[in-house]
C-alpha cells in the first residue's frame, strides 16, 4: 500500500502555513514595485498580486532595500497603489512517473483536463549540471528512423545536437519522427512560444498515440508572459531529469531555444539589464549554455539526456547571437534549407552544412569510407549544379563530376528515406546508392 497516497500527500505539503505580504508602491513601464518583502524575497521568487479584478501571478525579477520589482505574468490593467502581494516562494517543480502520456503547462499543471499529483521530491528549475569530471563518455549510437540520421549525421546516446531553421521547414515533423522512432524510455517535449492551434495537432496527429504514450509535454504558448515562456524550457529539463536520475535514457525535445532566449531577453531588460548583443542582453549566452549543459550523458548510476534543441534561423543565417551561443556548445548541428524543402524533399537537411561531432567514433571505418565518399561526391555535384541545370558541363570533364551527377538522384532519394529497418539496413541501401 506504500505509495497509493504520495502524491495526495505532496499536495497536502506544499499549502504554506505561513504568507508574507507586501503591497504595490509604484506600477512602472509594465513592472510593479512592491514595498514588505525586501527582508523576506529572493530572486525568482513567485508571488501573487491580488488587485479589484482578479489574481495576477508574478516573478521577482530585482531586489532593493526598500522595495522589490515583480515582472507580471499579465498585462496588471486593474492593479492599484496598495494592492496585497502575497509571496508564494521559491520556484520549484516536483515530477512524478504518473507525468507520462500527459500534456502540462511550466508550473506543472495539467492541460488535458484530468487531475494531475505532482511529486514527493520538488526540484529547482535552474538545477546545476552533473559534475564534468563524473560524467560518463556518449553512449551507443542510436537509430532514429530516418536515414540520413542513421548514416551522414547519427545520433549517440548522451548527445546534444541542435536543430537549425526557419519556420515551415519541417522541424515540427523531425521532432515527431525522433519522438516516435529514436531509442529512449522517456520523451519529454518542451513547446516554447508555439501558436496555440498547433499543440493538438502536434499531439494527435503529428505525434500520435504511438509517440504520445511514452512522451511528457510542456507547452507554454505565444501568447503567454516572457516568464511562462522561460519557465517552459526549465521545467522540460527538470522533468527530464527526474527520469535521468533514475537511470532511464531521456530524450528531449526543445523548440525552440530561439523563443527561450527571446523570452529570457524580455525578464532581463525588465531587470534592468541592457541588450548589448545584438538586443540580447550579456547574460543570454550563459542562460542558454547553462541549460545546454544540464542534458548530455549522466554521471555513474544514472542515466542520460539526449538533446535536440530547435533554432530558428531567419534566412539560413548561422551567425545570429542565438544560433551562434547554441552551435559553440553542441556535440553536432542540423541545418535545415528552405531550397531544399521547396522542391519537396523532407526532412529538408543540408548534409554539407550538418556535422555530428560522434563521428568518426560512432561508426565503423568501412561505414566512415562510405560516409567520406558520399559527402564528396555531394560536394562535387554542388559545385557543378549551377553548370549541369544551364547545360554547360560537359561530359567527361572531371570523373569525380561524372559520377557525382550519376548517383546524386539516387543519393537525393536515400537523403529522405525511411529507416524502419535499423541502421545497418541504412547503410546497406547507401552502399547500393553509390554503385
Known sequence: MAGIFDGLCAEIAAIPVLTRIGRVQELARGTLRVAGLSAVAALGDRVAVRTAVGVIGGEIVRLARDGVT?????SPEGARIGDLVEMLGETRIAPDDSWVGRILDPYGQPLDGRPLFRGTQP?????PAPAAAERRRLGARLAT????????????????????????????????RFAQHVEADVVVIALIGERGRELREFTERTLGPHGMARSVIVTATSDQSALTRRRC????????EHFRDQGLHVLLLADSITRFAEA???????????????????????TIMALAERAGPGPEGAGDITAIFTVLVAGSDMEEPVADILRGVLDGHVVMDRRIAERGRFPAVDV??????????????AENNLLADARRLLGAYDRVEPMVQAGLYATGSDPVVDRAIRVWPLLDRFL?????????NSFARLAQSLE
Request: glycine share 10%.
Open 233 to 240: 524550457a526549465w521545467t522540460a529539463m527538470a522533468v527530464a
Open 352 to 365: 554539407l552544412r550538418s556535422v555530428s561531432r560522434s563521428l568518426p567514433e560512432a561508426a565503423s571505418d
Open 264 to 286: 529570457h531577453r524580455e525578464v532581463a531588460l525588465a531587470a534592468g539589464e541592457e541588450g548589448n548583443l545584438r538586443g540580447f542582453p550579456p547574460s543570454t549566452s550563459h
Open 145 to 176: 528512423g530516418s536515414a540520413v540520421f542513421d548514416t551522414f549525421l547519427p545520433l549517440v546516446r548522451g548527445q546534444r545536437i541542435g536543430l537549425f531553421a526557419g519556420s515551415g521547414v519541417g522541424k515540427s515533423t523531425l521532432l515527431a
Open 70 to 74: 515583480v515582472l507580471p505574468d499579465q
Open 416 to 424: 529522405a528515406e525511411l529507416s524502419p529497418e535499423g541502421i545497418h
Open 123 to 127: 526540484r529547482p528549475l535552474r538545477a
